[in-house]
């Protein structure tokens, strides 16, 4: 599966949206389920599906799809 | 029945989906899936957390536990770091919610940060005196939530640190971090044994077993406050679901175990009596170890039946005459050892026994076995053994679902309690008429009023009873010490002792006072003494209670549920006259007209002492 199928499974579970609603804009500031609670999981989520692990910094700055997108591509996920 | 079968089958087939791979984010999922769930044959529990962290990450994983032990949560967070808020007002948005379970889950590095952070700083006095100050605190919450709900609650004790302030000094110092914070547990758990149904989630505990670095992860607290990992999230969930499920009367009552490579290596019919691996070496140990387990549920109450495909005698005899076998043929309650499938077997035993299919938990080391079982009877609790015998004990002793809120004397001996109604079945075939029957048993029934010493077992059965019960109103200790303590109720039990032995207490009635009438509230009765006339004695003692007390008629209230069916017809049968008019949820019987009478077979009826 690739990077972007494999996210957009993710932030649809985590969110509770379709998984076609899922895309480039999705964001804090769109998606109404998005809250501290769901942010907090989406950061396990995320780690547990990439086996990665963000950083304070990274976990504070996760607010929208491209961002987890880019940070996932710098930690050489692909 | 086949609507809540299949409703059965979709809830299961979620949560096994799940089981399969658990990731956090399908935890998500299926929460999400299973909250939007409505079957009434569920029942609610109203879950309220307060917090001095981020504990919403625990609802999903909350969710699906609480359905898989067959309650349906609504759950509600209180404000973040706010509990007096919530407790010291009773018209905050935790009374207005009315729940059934409080939780307080509070974290020293907030609450009492001097017992985490620089505590090598601290001398003995300062450590005590933060002790002190914590176990005060937290029982002013406590006391304050006793005041204004009957709910149950649940409080958090303290994590230990992993890496305590003196290191390898630590568990001998007089100012050890760790010795300091397990007194701090100990004393918090005896204040509140003081606190009716009020106890502990044994944090200590939960997060030994997930462990530290697997429970939890301190990005998250510094990040979010929000200091649990996926693991301990769902071992406190599982925690909270099995507090929630002994409430809501949705524990297990029976284990029923296959017998061949699951209480013993081998095939007895094949290998014989000294070919199978039961014994103090490898590879029997792990079955003796296995069996210690089992007889530990024994003891507590829990009833033990085997389902076998064997030749009955071929297996028995390992019971009375294997010498390193702890089980013994008087522990169990029922067995079924024969060639026929194992789900009908399952059904005759819960039928023997008079307690519901979905008081059953059947554990088999064949998957065959278990997913016939599974197919055939989706209400009974299937455990999946793993391949490797040395796990089973360790699979058991996980299973969270026998667990009660109280245990008492009966429970200790309910075995023998069973085995005595198989006696007394025998003298059923020999004696000729019923009548004669119930005579020959020299029953004496006494009736009392809810006392202290009684209070636990009088809330457990209003827990645990399904049969034999009107109205199904599940009472926690405090709401029944409340009902005895207010003049304008009645909690009235029975007790039953026969030549046989004594049933211990059976049936209890509660009754509201309201000018003159008399309305019962609950009535119920163990299953074990169905068909002996204690209904209509106890019927006829509430009669007398009642006209005592100047009412003129008695009501009663049939709720019907999937399991109270045999006592739809009670009032019908005991000369009460239908509901009738618009409130029409209660039969009526007028107190001066023909009363219910105890009947004749009973040899003495007692009253054990006054209502002061």
């Not at chain 2, 079957?39 to 909350?62: H, K, W």
């Not at chain 2, 309690?417 to 004496?444: F, N, W």
Request: hydrophobic share 40%.
């Amino acid at each position: 599966m690739s990077l972007d199928s494999r996210l957009a499974d993710v932030l649809s579970s985590v969110l509770e949206l379709p998984v076609d609603e899922v895309g480039e804009s999705t964001s804090v500031d769109s998606v109404a389920t998005w809250d501290s609670m769901h942010g907090m999981m989406l950061v396990v989520s995320l780690e547990e599906e990439f086996g990665v692990q963000f950083t304070n910094q990274e976990i504070f700055e996760m607010s929208s799809y491209p961002i987890i997108k880019l940070t996932l591509l710098e930690k050489g996920v692909s | 029945m086949e609507e809540a079968n299949s409703s059965l089958n979709t809830r299961t087939s979620i949560i096994d989906d799940l089981d399969a791979n658990p990731t956090s984010a399908r935890v998500m999922a299926a929460a999400g899936k299973l909250a939007r769930w409505f079957d009434e044959s569920v029942p609610e529990v109203r879950i309220a957390i307060l917090r001095n962290f981020t504990a919403e990450p625990v609802g999903p994983y909350l969710t699906v536990e609480c359905f898989r032990a067959g309650v349906r949560p609504i759950l509600q967070f209180g404000p973040f770091d706010a509990v007096h808020e919530d407790v010291f007002n009773g018209d905050s948005e935790l009374f207005r919610f009315h729940p059934d379970i409080v939780v307080l889950a509070l974290r020293l590095h907030s609450f009492t940060p001097d017992l985490i952070f620089q505590f090598a700083r601290q001398t003995a006095k300062d450590i005590e005196a933060s002790i002190q100050d914590t176990i005060d605190r937290i029982s002013a919450f406590v006391g304050a939530i006793r005041q204004r709900s009957t709910a149950t609650i649940l409080v958090h004790n303290f994590e230990w640190p992993d890496s305590p302030s003196y290191g390898i000094l630590d568990a001998q110092s007089p100012v050890g971090q760790v010795p300091a914070l397990s007194g701090l547990n100990d004393r918090l758990a005896r204040k509140l044994s003081t606190i009716p149904s009020a106890y502990i989630v044994d944090i200590a505990r939960l997060l030994a077993g997930v462990g530290y670095e697997h429970g939890i992860d301190d990005r998250y607290w510094h990040a979010g406050r929000s200091p649990y990992a996926g693991p301990m999230l769902r071992r406190l969930s599982e925690e909270y679901a099995a507090f929630a499920a002994a409430l809501k009367g949705r524990n297990r009552k029976c284990l029923v175990l296959d017998c061949d490579n699951t209480l013993w290596g081998g095939i007895v019919g094949e290998d014989g009596l000294s070919g199978i691996k039961l014994g103090p070496t490898h590879p029997g140990s792990a079955y003796v170890d296995f069996q210690a387990t089992v007889l530990d549920l024994y003891h507590r109450g829990v009833l033990l039946a085997l389902n076998s495909k064997n030749n009955d005698a071929d297996a028995m005899s390992v019971f009375s005459d294997h010498p390193h076998c702890l089980l013994k043929p008087e522990h169990f309650a029922s067995r079924r050892i024969n060639w026929q499938d194992k789900a009908t077997n399952l059904r005759e035993i819960a039928s023997e026994l008079n307690i519901g299919i979905d008081s059953l938990v059947f554990l088999d080391d064949n998957h065959v076995e278990r997913d016939y079982v599974r197919q055939a009877l989706p209400e009974v609790l299937v455990v999946d053994l793993p391949q490797e015998p040395a796990y089973y004990r360790r699979t058991l002793a996980g299973l969270r679902c026998f667990d009660t809120l109280t245990l008492t004397d009966e429970d200790r001996h309910r075995t023998m309690l069973y085995h005595r109604e198989a006696q007394r079945s025998e003298l059923k075939r020999e004696s000729g008429g019923l009548d004669q029957y119930l005579r020959s048993l020299e029953m004496v029934i006494s009736f009392g009023y809810a006392d202290e010493a009684m209070i636990p077992r009088i809330a457990q059965l209003t827990q645990k009873t399904n049969q034999f019960n009107v109205t199904t109103r599940r009472y926690s200790e405090e709401d029944i010490r409340r009902m005895a303590a207010d003049t304008g109720w009645l909690v009235c039990w029975a007790r039953l002792r026969d030549r046989f032995d004594d049933n211990g207490l059976i049936a209890v009635a509660i009754v509201a006072f309201s000018g003159q009438s008399a309305r019962i509230d609950t009535l119920l009765m163990s299953c074990r003494v169905i068909g002996r006339g204690v209904e209509q004695a106890l019927l006829a003692h509430l009669c007398v209670v009642a006209e005592a007390r100047q009412c003129s008629r008695l009501l009663g209230e049939f709720l019907p549920t999937a399991k109270n069916g045999q006592v739809a017809d009670l009032f019908q049968r005991s000369g009460f006259s239908p509901p009738e008019g618009e409130d029409g949820r209660f039969w009526s019987l007028a107190l001066d007209g023909l009363l219910p009478r105890a009947p004749d077979w009973f040899r003495e009826i007692k009253l054990e002492e006054e209502k002061s």
